[in-house]
């Protein structure tokens, strides 16, 4: 299969090469150039399958020319045998149309294992047989760090450097990055905010000589193989309630659109999915081009769910390059203008974007009311992400015959202060991460200054 990029300008790569490549050349990202489809009967023969043989059949079509069937098999198997729950994504029911899909049993306890996990496998399978190395450059605020480390910790041809902002990310989140002791997993606890980190890899992304020949890879969801990973476990949830012969629905709490997205190709190849809700938090940009064909940047505001606090979502463009009619300089164009100003999309473009999704955005007190409700209602407790999810699927829901599942993307451990603050007893910490606050920790600060980060990646990294 090859892949294209949404700009229209970068040359077309394969699986292999779009995995280890991140952002197309042209600033674009790569979507396939033609998505395969299954029929509802090979849909349907799916059902009862575990999770990983499901895994298998939606994952083989976008790598089989580069990685083998048994190659392809083997990391699968060996990615999911790694989460804590037998049916790795089970679905608990809150009322009777309405459930959640639990995406937090992963070794991270957020929905990102589920890419993670398999990325740093191919990967590093990949650039065996390529003889090379990469090294993994990524910021972080919380989730997306730790959830990369773990996938990368057991590879042999990665070096991971994350950077996140000194003393302004959780303790959970910090523990869970910093006690991982692997040889080739590196903490930066950098001397600034958030943007700060995310500067620094940009501007090392563009300039790689520090690395003295070695490449930079990317594990954000501008990686194709993070969005391939998720389009799995839309599968495994209709099917689980009826499908593909019962029509399902899904509310998925988004910050970058990446999670939705792989609900949108879900579709595309042909699970009949009723509605796809977009749940934000109030940095709702999406609601806004949603709801009222607006695009533009707001000022950012620090919520209860920070995993969703974003003001550009990226996978948005891998949309609009299918509104567009896959037309990469009429997305080039609509890019471009959007660095400088608000933008809106074109009335038909626009039409067709609602006619996919519906949304909805969610305050902080309204979060941790419906965290609380939840509870009252059934016993269950909801992650603040996940509680945006659920009252956007109650607001949004169009038809109440339709199975309604919101996808859980973290587990309330997480995040204890909106569960705290909607009145209830702070979760404890699961069993495998039970000793999280007694264990060793290892993390390098760093001043604020690109050459002493680079200088400090150059003399780390392991050589070819
Ligand atoms: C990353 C994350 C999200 C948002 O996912 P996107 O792919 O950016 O839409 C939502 N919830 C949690 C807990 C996350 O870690």
Redesign the pocket.
Known sequence: MKYISTRGQAPALNFEEVLLAGLASDGGLYVPEQLPSFSQDEIASWAGLPYHELAYKVIQPFVSDCISDADLKRMVDETYAGFKHQAVAPLVQLDANEWVLELFHGPTL???DFALQLLGRLMDHVLAKRGERLVIMGATSG??GSAAIEGCRHSDHLDIFILHPYKRVSEVQRRQMTTVMADNVFNIALEGNFDDCQQMVKDSFADQGFLNGLKLGAVN?INWARIMAQIVYYFAAALAVGGPHRPVAFSV????????FAGYLAKQMGLPIAQLVVATNRNDILHRVISGNDMSRGELVHTLSP??DIMVSSNFERLLFDVYDRDGAAVSDLMARFRNEAVQLDQTRWDKVRELFDSYAVDDETTCQVIRQVHDESGYLL?P?TAIGVKAARECNRDSSVPMITLA??HPVKFPDPVVKAGLESPQLPEPMADLFEREERYEVLSNDLSVVQQFMASHVHKA
């Open positions: 957020a929905f990102k989730d997306t969801s709490p988004t910050g970058n659109f990446g999670d939705i995993s969703m992650d992400h993307t973290a």
